[in-house]
């Protein structure tokens, strides 16, 4: 691919992104109730924060993913905006609560809500958006039917406790200063966290709503797991190395939070003893006792062992065995746009610069 | 009603309590995964803290009512069970995220999770525990069909928005310093925080799932709210003066945490300025800075105001006004064991020592 090719498609795909957002947002307005209608100020608080935060914005690959795969599989895709838009709210409240288990700054270019009103507002919050997630999907009893309806809440079930067991992993693993995480631990780790809910389940949903078998939706985990660790790499490079203003996370914040990310296990593996003990060594302080010299100092020495251009590879192998996969699965599909926006959906995975 | 009757009453309902309790237990175990299964040590970790939680005990007085008003409604109590097992759900992740919002220290006679695992695990262990009540919910569908599923699941929504906007109200009074609280604001936070998922919505569900129209659950919605206000009073009372060893949570622990209750509402309102000006500059501090001595100190001004009398009359004067319109909505239907026990239930509710 030319990089003038690249560029195009690019903005083809923020286009197709920014479209699926803007049917998110009308489908959350539809939903939900306004802050405006209540009475009581600090409830009214609640609410206008929950919805401050639904708007920030974000890529909103999920929902987009889901309604393209329903698409794709011959269906309405008015009929997944529901379950769209409870995507976007689980990532919301996933977020949210992420955001203070880490005790992160910042979050699509503003201050996370921990941050902006502490952890018992964030907490309560988060729970506040989970309830509207499920609010979303009874909604669609009256367009899905009652089995369709009980089939996508058992997807979301499962895609919670999913979550919750990599969360856990990654919670202990800070806790217990467990730095020598194998590639097989961050790819255990990275299925549960990231993968199956940022790839495979909107692809899933998008089928099972199209009226797709479940052996037409299994089919698709396999490509589906691959493409999400390939995101969640490309999300720990962006986070060490962001190429420009866009990125509305804090830079280098995956130090500071002592995340284990692949770059940093193949990094700490490829370490001379006493570089690894200096890297140790300070990314092991609690994080408000670590200076921007020394996590600068930290990325110096992983820049140093080519950890990131190894991660690159990694993940833009993984996304094209991914996409290979894709293609045997949508195979049988008639073409269409919404065939071709998933391609290029995979494809913006690893090439994202935001 | 003479002392010795009284104490044959609770050792009734402290047996109902009890049957229902294991009938939970054992539906809990039907339900959901077993630690066991799980191979990876982290997730098994998660699973196995998250069902010592569940079995910690606590009354179960929320499956109680739902079972009990099932049955007394000629619904089949068996039915209800799924439901009264997602209502403990229900009750102990609500409670896990609280503890870490009031950073309390103790739980069912035991330190809360986030004591135990830290902030972090705590926030996720909720998660997953709310996760697990959805779980609960969808096995409805085979016991009562999809419309009755669905209604329950209706139910829930309603009841976490409802709990979170009380949160969110009590949230922002510690935050802001809020002390006059008037026993209407009062009133407005315990309706939402704790009396609907504490009566109201337990015996509405118990009714729905026993094919009760709408009109019949709405028409326990007033008994409810004010059988919920009483039963909160007491449990401020339990704390801050509790009567022997069986209360599970830490003494005056209300003090510590700065929580807003219609004792110190009223005592404050009463207090001489002076004596006012000096409890208010001792429960303003942060948690950490509040000592023993102080918050006795705080305590014998709050009972010299007689407002814990004030308050012990004003639950009895609510829980016999709830009695007597509940036994109103209840009168048409058939008298059962069912029926009685859920009389026992509300003298218990303001008659309970822990």
């Not at 009103?117 to 964030?122: E, L, R, Y």
């Not at 500071?256 to 300070?282: F, N, Q, V």
């Not at 092991?284 to 991660?311: I, N």
Request: proline content about 4%; overall charge neutral.
């Amino acid at each position: 691919m030319t990089h003038s090719t690249s560029l195009v498609l690019m903005a083809d795909v923020l286009e197709t992104l920014r479209q699926k957002s803007l049917l998110v947002d009308e489908q959350l307005k539809q939903l939900l109730p306004p802050a405006e209608g209540q009475a009581i100020p600090e409830v009214r608080e609640l609410y206008s924060s929950a919805w401050d935060y639904n708007l920030r914005g974000g890529k909103r690959l999920r929902p987009a993913l889901c309604l393209l795969s329903c698409e794709a599989f011959g269906g309405n895709p008015q009929d997944a905006l529901n379950t769209a838009a409870a995507l976007e709210l689980l990532q919301n409240f996933l977020l949210i609560h992420d955001d203070i288990e880490d005790a992160s700054d910042m979050r699509r270019g503003k201050p996370c809500l921990n941050k902006l009103h502490g952890d018992a507002f964030a907490i309560n919050s988060g729970d506040f958006v989970h309830a509207w997630m499920w609010r979303c999907l009874l909604a669609n009893k009256p367009v899905l039917g009652a089995t369709k309806t009980f089939a996508v809440m058992r997807e979301f079930v499962q895609q919670l406790e999913t979550t919750a067991e990599g969360q856990a992993m990654e919670i202990a693993w800070v806790r217990d200063g467990k730095w020598d995480v194998s590639e097989e631990d961050y790819f255990e780790l990275v299925k549960r966290k990231t993968a199956n809910y940022t790839i495979t389940r909107p692809l899933r949903l998008g089928a099972i709503i199209a009226g797709a078998t479940k052996r037409q939706a299994d089919s698709l985990n396999a490509a589906g797991e691959k493409l999400g660790i390939a995101f969640q790499i490309q999300d720990d490079i962006l986070n060490l190395a962001p190429p420009g203003e866009a990125y509305g996370k804090e830079t280098a914040g995956d130090l500071y939070e002592g995340k284990r990310t692949l770059i940093l296990s193949r990094a700490l593996s490829k370490m001379k003893d006493a570089e690894r003990g200096e890297a140790l060594a300070s990314l092991s302080k609690p994080r408000a006792q670590k200076t921007p010299e020394e996590m600068a100092r930290v990325l110096e020495l992983v820049k140093k062992t080519g950890a990131l251009d190894y991660c690159r590879k990694k993940a833009r192998q993984l996304a094209s065995q991914a996409r290979e996969q894709l293609s045997k699965k949508l195979f049988g599909l008639p073409d269409s746009q919404a065939k071709s926006d998933i391609f290029a959906l995979v494809d913006f995975i690893v090439e994202r610069e935001y």
